[in-house]
């Protein structure tokens, strides 16, 4: 047995892996999520902002990350929806105004039509300049900013009236990909408010990679974090948990479900890929006690 797992063609381990992802996207496996401290910290966070409040989103993200992001952006906009917070889309990335749109288009105009926009919500799409952008935004946010992407004047539009600077919205939330994105939001906005009477609440999605870079930062200066898709899929449950409180029974979409669904493929390829360093470390170590080759 020992000699056939030593020499086992390495074709199967790649079939097995290729099986780990496929069959539980064909069979729509699905798991319980059981949502962490943190995650449901960024629930809370938003969730318990005073109603009405203005939230400002930055979806510096591209369609390469949306596997990843794009399930939060939606269950995000969604809970601000639900709470009837007013939602100013912004972006810092080329690619943005897309995931904006599509989100929009998802979440506000499929199942909240009565929003309205100039009113409810705005998309004032995307701005060069990084950190710059950001800075300008701290001071001057009508002037960073000075239309949508309609190319309405944003001193004709009505949900504008009273936004001067980052500091006249509650929440801040990112959903990031890299650079410029959730760690420069932390840096250049929200780091210099954390000592002021009301500081601006800061929530941020980002990819697998990026969370690590993000921790040191909570919860000290940031209020939230949702990290990957696995932590999509735990703040997607809380948001599905309050839609459920308020309407008991009614059938949860399945745009509504995408985080959840695929952290199945995730989960099982995990867990075949422990078991199999796992099953080579006890390979290793039994040739090395019979005086065996590694």
Known sequence: MLRFLQTLDRRWIFLAMGLA???PILFEARFPEKPTAVA???????????????????????????????PMATSLVRHCALRGYSMYFITLWPF????????IREVLKEDFPHLVEGVDWVNLGFQ???????????????????????????????????????????????????YPGGKEWVQYVVTPERGSATPLKAVVGCTGVQTPQLFPYYPGQLDGLIGAIKGAAEYETLVNDKVEKLNPGAPIPPK???????????????????????????????????????
């Open 128 to 178: 060069a300049g990084n950190e710059a952008v950001m800075q300008q935004a701290k001071s001057d946010f009508l002037r960073t900013f000075p239309r949508d992407v309609r190319g309405i004047s944003v001193t004709q539009i009505p949900m504008m009236s009273g936004i001067r600077t980052t500091r006249d919205f509650a929440c801040l939330i990112a959903v990031s990909a890299g």
């Open 40 to 70: 449901e910290r960024a629930f809370n966070t938003i969730n318990n902002l005073p109603d009405g409040s203005r939230v400002l989103l930055s979806f510096d993200f591209d369609p390469a990350s949306e596997p990843e992001l794009g």
């Open 256 to 294: 509504y479900q995408e985080a959840v669904r695929r952290m199945g493929p995730q989960l099982v390829a995990h867990v075949l890929m422990v078991s199999l360093i796992i099953l080579g470390n006890v390979i290793y170590f039994t040739s090395r006690r019979r005086g065996g080759g590694a």
């Open 96 to 103: 943005g105004p897309q995931m904006i749109a599509d989100k």
């Open 21 to 23: 992802v496929a069959l």
